[in-house]
């Protein structure tokens, strides 16, 4: 039997005011063709969740709720999950691969994402992007990256995320 291939996985949520919070996850192989999709239905935190999650609510559903429901879905095992909000490093802790941060894709409300905000994780390049790694899993992850060198980017894939959510969102609605 033959040894599954590589796959890299991409989860970015989506935040909508009219229908709310979803989660998209596809998982590459690595000349960057899906291997897989799931996306979650729309999320929509209730007052109290506002109240009582406060400033860390964002934090709450993208690295939590969303996360840790939509990633074990997932039938194939990536070696790297890419994340592009700082918030689903958090899910590192609940997954055997690694979690990284895609710079390119990514920016705080701050403005872009840097050493400072991000204590405790290391930067590698990989596919001409750098991503940020939980600086424990940098060593392993050096070990992987020549694996993805025909990857064409690591930005593209989350805009293939988001337009898949919109489209399951549209055939959501005209169906009610």
Same mark, same amino acid.
């Given at each position: 039997?033959?040894?599954?291939? !590589?796959?890299?996985?991409?989860?970015?949520?989506?935040?909508?005011?009219? %229908?709310?919070?979803?989660? #998209?996850? @596809?998982?590459?192989?690595?000349?960057?063709?899906?291997?897989?999709?799931?996306?979650?239905? =729309? %999320?929509?935190?209730?007052?109290?969740?506002?109240? $009582?999650?406060g400033p860390t609510l964002r934090e709450?559903?993208? #690295?939590?709720?969303?996360?840790?429901? $939509?990633? =074990?879905?997932?039938?194939?095992? /990536?070696?790297?999950?890419?994340?592009?909000?700082?918030?689903? @490093?958090?899910?590192?802790?609940? $997954?055997?691969?690694?979690?990284?941060? %895609?710079? !390119?894709?990514?920016?705080?409300?701050? #403005? /872009?994402?840097?050493?400072?905000? @991000?204590?405790?994780?290391?930067? @590698?390049?990989?596919?001409?992007?750098?991503?940020?790694?939980?600086?424990?899993?940098?060593?392993?992850?050096? &070990?992987? %990256? !020549?694996?993805?060198? !025909?990857?064409?980017?690591?930005?593209?894939?989350? #805009?293939?995320?988001?337009? &898949?959510?919109?489209?399951?969102?549209q055939q959501v609605a005209r169906a009610?």
């Amino acid at each position: 039997m033959a040894a599954p291939p !590589d796959a890299i996985g991409f989860y970015t949520v989506q935040q909508c005011e009219r %229908v709310g919070w979803t989660g #998209g996850y @596809l998982m590459l192989n690595a000349a960057g063709r899906p291997l897989e999709f799931h996306c979650t239905l =729309p %999320v929509r935190p209730s007052r109290a969740h506002e109240i $009582l999650f406060g400033p860390t609510l964002r934090e709450h559903i993208i #690295g939590e709720a969303i996360g840790c429901a $939509l990633l =074990p879905k997932a039938r194939v095992q /990536p070696i790297l999950i890419c994340c592009d909000q700082p918030e689903g @490093l958090h899910l590192d802790v609940h $997954l055997p691969a690694p979690i990284g941060l %895609v710079s !390119d894709a990514a920016c705080s409300e701050e #403005g /872009p994402i840097t050493a400072d905000d @991000l204590p405790g994780y290391e930067a @590698l390049s990989i596919a001409g992007s750098e991503i940020w790694v939980a600086m424990e899993r940098a060593e392993a992850m050096r &070990a992987i %990256v !020549d694996r993805f060198a !025909d990857l064409p980017d690591l930005i593209e894939p989350f #805009g293939r995320i988001r337009e &898949a959510i919109q489209e399951a969102q549209q055939q959501v609605a005209r169906a009610a």
